[in-house]
Structures are given as C-alpha cells and as structure tokens.
C-alpha cells in the first residue's frame, strides 16, 4: 500500500491489525506544547511565523514510534 502527500509518497507495508493514520493527519512534532491559553498560544504563532519563509528541503527518517498505552495505539 502507498499513501501519497502532495510531496510525499510513503510505502506502507500490510500489517494485520495496523490502520495507518489518514494523510491529512500526519505531522511531524517537534515539541508537544499541551493545553496553552489563548495569549500563550498567539505567542507561540507569532515567534513560529519564520518557518513560512523556509524553503522546501528534505529529509530522512528512520523508524518509527508511537506513545500512549499499548491498548489505546492506533
């Protein structure tokens, strides 16, 4: 199987049980934030607005991970 983004192409292998999560919800975090409140929030947007200046680049991953308790993992 092969989920294509509109710059990224992924192959996924079958897996019994494993759903692989829809292409509009995949993201990459680099820092989970938690719950913020509003103003932090709209900082936190305001000192990120330099990331849509950045220039396409690539990258490679290796391996993948997922949190939560083992039952509750999809």
């Known amino acids: 199987m092969a989920?294509?983004?509109p710059l990224i192409k992924?192959?996924?292998?079958?897996?019994?049980?494993l759903k692989p999560v829809?292409?509009?919800?995949?993201?990459?975090t680099f820092k989970f934030l938690g719950?913020?409140?509003d103003p932090s929030l709209q900082e936190v947007i305001k000192r990120l607005k330099f990331l849509e200046?950045?220039?396409?680049?690539?990258?490679?991953?290796?391996?993948?991970?997922?949190?939560?308790?083992?039952?509750?993992r999809r």
């Not at 829809?22 to 990459?28: A, F, M, N, S, T």
């Not at 200046?53 to 991970?65: A, D, Q, Y």
């Open 22 to 28: 829809r292409p509009d919800q995949l993201h990459i």
């Open 53 to 72: 200046k950045i220039k396409k680049f690539n990258v490679s991953l290796k391996g993948v991970g997922a949190f939560g308790p083992e039952r509750s």
């Open 35 to 37: 719950n913020l409140s």
């Open 3 to 5: 989920i294509f983004f």
């Open 10 to 17: 992924i192959d996924v292998p079958k897996v019994e049980g």
